[in-house]
Every structure is written in structure tokens, then in C-alpha cells.
């Protein structure tokens, strides 16, 4: 492969197979040569689906001989994480032992529609096990071994969505699903250096994805750019028959996005109190940037009790969807060598009636979130308060299920359902990227992604990518 | 109003619910990290017992009765 087609943003890829400078087979080859040779190198790839992909990019280029052209992800190869079934004999891991050779006969709805938009499924990458939903404090917690990050292979890609957004970083794939319950989107756009969207609940079906968390689950793009999150985000939503938690209504992005009048963006107080100093610097140098079309503000949310509502229902809801798994003692098969106090045993111990409070509060927060949100068109906030830290590093020292563990946006935006997009701001010392994140009210998907694009639009970072994958 | 004792014994006999269950599963070493999560979900739980609901205050979830074709 010439990498001529590597770091490519969707719109330019496209435009390159629009114009027959590039085919679909070609580029989907590319690729999965790409991802067969380096995607082991970072612990990244669980299947290389190549027969699937082929057959989808000889569609789309005979489609294209014919004079038709699906739209802007024809013959865009792309990966999926790997708890999203796929039919074919292909297996879904989710990326844990215990599940290493599970098939299903029947293909998710968001591989369906990116299929039915013309974009081949060139692998299927790795995850942490079960996203994450026995509870994991190292990044080893993973059937594939411990994901690299591109940046520098002794740190992580941050989880649950690690194969994702280390294929993604590395040129490997144009761009990745992922899925989010709580930060296993943003957490690895942060850590990757990526543009990660993590949608509306509700907003993409996730009939076919593994269930971890019914009222939390989400499923969305890791991209290259926010313009490149709009489009994949128009290709997988929409109301969906198979999920009923799905939005009613469809998603158009429109990359022409404007308020008409400059946006508003909120900054919550304290945002910055425990973040690492080249956090701080550059989210402070991004809000600097972003004064050029906004107006800036501090906000405040109101005082509630966040952390602990979303907490008890991951804690409920996970344990219930692998209450089977947890009563045959499936967790002795899983990597992660040890709980530390974060059993998932323990989870059945939450009673029913703290559970239905924590749905009753529910509502509560989610008003009063809206209504501090209403005056803005989104808050901004780092998306993470150190950068990638070591492989064999313990990232979590503090359970998730202990009070004061401290996220704030993502016990917000995931509890309440909101859409958030990162993007990189910047690097610390050690070359690693950090990331700012940009929630909007639900449904305003539109809003958080202009915002982001004025910002890259403004700034580099995006076009950064590690060193030694370019070449 | 409860009290720390209450707590402490709720902690316990929500162990002993969890090791009847699943004690055949687990190494004392994990039972002892199940006791360590119970009562790190009591200081999780705690914010959400005490903060008062009206009556009609209803869970956020949806329910739809079901009629097929």
C-alpha cells in the first residue's frame, strides 16, 4: 500500500472514489492489508472480516461503473467494535474468553445500514471485555491482551472501545464504531487523539450490540474529524423498529450547522480542578480559540447527586444482564486478574427500591440538566483529566461504585442521555494528545458538532497522527 | 433515620444474601472484595435515600403495554 489513502478524512476519501481516482476494492484491500499487518501490533483486531468487506466493496464498485453512488461512505471500509453481531459465521467475542467463539445469525442494525450505505466492514476490533461491565482497573481486561495506544505502545487506549480507537488512530480503518455506557467513547477519542461522538441515547439502534446497560447504552463513531462523526452519524441513525428505545425521528447532519449568532458555550466551575497541568493549559488554549465564534461562560450545574444515580443503575442493570453469566461463575474466565473491591457479585445487593429511586431521580436530572443546559449551545470540558496512562498501570484507583469517583460530565451526559463529541486539543510532554468535549442539550447532536468543527477548523491537532504510521 | 449500626447491619445481611448466592463461586480473598464493594455501595446509596420525592415523581423509563398483530 502506497498510504497515499491513510489519515484521510471521509469527505476527501470519498471525493477520491466519486472521481475513480480510487476504487472500493482498492481501498478496502488497502486497508485490511493495513489492519492484518499492523492491527495485532496494538491489540486492536479480533477478526479481519475480508470476504465480507470484499464482496460489499465489488458492490459498491460495480454500483459506481453503473453510475450510481451511494453518498459519501460508498466504499469507505470501516471497523466495528466487536460486541455488535454479525451474521456469516464471523465470530462476536465481546471481547471476552468465555465468548471467544460465540456466532449470531443475524447482523446488527448499525452494520446493516453502514453496509446499505455502501461501506465495507473490513474487521472486527477489540474491546475490553463485556465493555468494561465486571468492573476493570487494568487494561489488560481484554481477550486480544492489553489495547496499545498508537501514540506510544507502553500507554493504553483507554476502554471500553480500545480496538476502535486504536485502529482508527493508526490509519488502520477510516473510522470505527464504538460503544459508550459510561465514557467508553470519549475515554478513548481523548487517549487516541481522535474525534469520538458519543450520540443521544436513543439517537442508533443497538439491536445486535451486547446489552451492558438498557437505559445507558450507546453506540456511535470514532473519526479523524468532527465532520467525519456528522457523516457516520446520518448513515446509523434513526428510528429503528428491532430497538425500541430508538428516537422516532431521523438524523440529518447538516455540516452547515449555524445558530445565526455566535454560539454559547457554558465552562462548568471547578472543570479544571483536578486536571493534569497540560490539560489544564490546553483546554484553557482551546476556550481561547473558541472566543473567535463564542461566547464563553462559567455555568453551573445544579447540585445533585449525578455520580451516584448513573452509578446504581450500571451497577443494576449490568448485573442483570449477566445475571446468568454471574450465577455460573463466568467471570473466573475473564482476564482482568482481580476485582479490588469492585465485585460485580456485589451488585445484586442493591435493592429494587434504590434502584427505582435512582430512575425516579432520573427525571429529576435530567430537567435540571436540560434547563441549565438551555442556554447554551453546549458545555465544555476536558474529556479527561490526564492523558493515556502506562499499560501495566492501575488507571482507576478508586472503585466507579464509590461515592465521589468523581465524573461529572460523564455521570451527566451518560445519566441523562446527552450528546458529547471529542476532539483533541493538544499533547503533554510526553507526546500523548488530550482531548475537550462539547455536551448539548438531547437531540442537538447538530449543535455539539458545529462547535467542534469551528474548533478544528481554528486548530491542527486533528491532523496530527503518531509518527511512525504515516510513512 | 438510620443509624451506622443499621447500616453496618445492612451491609451484612446483604453479604450474606450475596455469599449464599454465590459464595460456591467466589475465593475468600473475592468475598472479602464483595464485602469491601457492599460498603462502598452503601456511601453510593446513601445520597439517593436521602434525597425526598414527591409521590408523584415516576421512574424515568418507559413502558408501553404490548399488543401483537
Known sequence: MGNSFIFKPIRELAGLIASREVSPVGLTQDFLDRLEEYGPHYNALVTLTADRALATARQAESELVAGRNRGLLHGIPWGAKDLLATSGGIPTTWGAAPFKDQQFDYDATVINRLEAAGAPLAGKLAMIELAGGMGYIHPDASLTGPPRNPWDTGRWTGGSSSGSGAAVAAGLVPFAIGSETWGSILIPANNCGLSGLRPTYGRVSRYGAMALCWTLDKLGPLCLTADDCGIVLEAIAGPDPLDGSTHAEPFTYNPSFNPGRRYRIGVPSGTLDEAADAVKENFEAAVEVLRDVADVEEMEFPEFPYVEITSVILMVESASAFEDFLAEGGPRELSAPGWHGRSPYARPAVLATDYIKALRLRRVMARQVDEALARYDAVAAPTAMNTATSIDQEFRSRSMTSAGAGDLMGSIGNGCGLPSISVPSGFDGDGLPTGIQFMARAYDENACLAIAREYQARTEWHRRHPGDLSQ | ?69
Open chain 2, 1 to 69: 433515620m438510620t443509624t451506622n449500626a443499621d447500616n453496618s447491619l445492612e451491609q451484612e445481611l446483604l453479604f450474606a444474601i450475596i455469599k449464599e448466592r454465590y459464595g460456591h463461586l467466589l475465593t475468600d480473598e473475592q468475598l472479602e472484595s464483595v464485602r469491601t464493594a457492599i460498603v462502598g455501595q452503601r456511601e453510593v446509596l446513601r445520597p439517593i435515600r436521602e434525597y425526598r420525592l414527591t409521590n408523584d415523581v415516576e421512574p424515568f423509563s418507559n413502558f408501553r403495554p404490548f399488543r401483537g398483530d
